[in-house]
């Protein structure tokens, strides 16, 4: 029987702090809440050094704010079609 071993990624806490910055800037905490939670004394620290964005999540965001606008427009709707 052969065994395959898949090298691990090296995970540190010191990965965790950056995944844990990360999410919760995705999950659109405060930017000075998570500088505070981080225990940093700049922002750029937590959010050039620790908080890692993808293309994916600027897309993301452009859709949130798509279907924002899209709700503005139908609530608009709605109301002129009220009066």
Known sequence: MTAYRIQMPNITP???RHTYCSNQAKA???PKTLQYLMGHSEIGVT???????GLEDAAAELHRM??????RQE???TKDEAV
């Open 14 to 16: 010191h990965i965790c």
């Open 28 to 30: 659109g905490m405060n």
């Open 47 to 53: 959010l050039d050094v620790y908080t890692h964005l």
């Open 66 to 71: 798509e279907e924002l606008q899209n709700a």
């Open 75 to 77: 609530m608009n709707r």
